[in-house]
Each structure stands twice: as structure tokens, then as C-alpha cells.
């Protein structure tokens, strides 16, 4: 059964940068995305990465600020935040894109106050 592992949220203040890492075990990672969950909404896509890395795709409320990145040979999938904003708060999760996994990580707390 595969298992993510989310890290590196923290309270950022807007302008700052995190570095969030996700890594995968029990099956390598496939085409990859980073999702986000904010109070009270729907879990959303934030940005995907092909199997080969080569394809990058992005919300465009993130496009420009967010990149996403993959290292295979350590089954993990990384996105890299720039400019947070007030509204980038939100839990983050990896998982599979598109059709994720039916079993989801814990998330990552990424906090930018307004």
C-alpha cells in the first residue's frame, strides 16, 4: 500500500518561501501533484508533474510563484513556494494526478498571515 509523507509547511510571512517534500513508499511515484486543502473548501489541484518530470502543469492562482519537482531515484516529489500569500494557507498534500490514490498522507500546514 503506497504511503505519502508530507513535510515542510511552517508559518511563512507573505513574500516568504517554503519548500515542501513528499516522499513516496510502497510503490514508486507516478505522474505527481500537490493539492491543497484551506478551511472550509475542497481539496484543490495546485500543480502536477509528469512521470518523466519533463511536464509541468499549474493552477493559475499559483502559476509563476509555485514550481514542482521530482527526484525518481528518491521516490519524492518537491514544490517549491515563492511569494506566499494570505491565501495559500491551506494544508498540502501529495497524491497521484490525476486518479490519486485512495490513501492520502497527513498534509503539510503551510500558514501566511494576513
Known amino acids: 500500500q503506497v504511503q505519502l509523507v508530507e513535510s515542510g509547511g511552517d508559518l511563512v510571512q507573505p513574500g516568504g518561501s517554503l519548500k515542501l517534500s513528499c516522499a513516496a513508499s510502497?510503490?514508486?511515484?507516478?505522474?505527481m501533484g500537490w493539492y491543497r486543502q484551506a478551511p472550509g473548501k475542497q481539496r484543490e489541484l495546485v500543480a502536477r508533474?509528469?512521470?518523466?518530470?519533463?511536464?509541468?502543469n499549474y493552477a493559475d492562482f499559483v502559476k509563476g510563484r509555485f514550481t514542482i519537482s521530482r527526484d525518481n531515484a528518491k521516490n519524492t516529489v518537491f514544490l517549491q513556494m515563492n511569494s506566499l500569500k494570505p491565501e495559500d494557507t491551506a494544508v498540502y498534500y501529495c497524491n497521484k494526478s490525476p486518479s490519486p490514490w485512495a490513501s492520502w498522507g497527513q498534509g503539510t500546514q503551510v500558514t501566511v498571515p494576513s
Open positions: 510502497g510503490t514508486s511515484i507516478v505522474a
Open positions: 508533474i509528469s512521470n518523466g518530470g519533463r511536464t509541468t
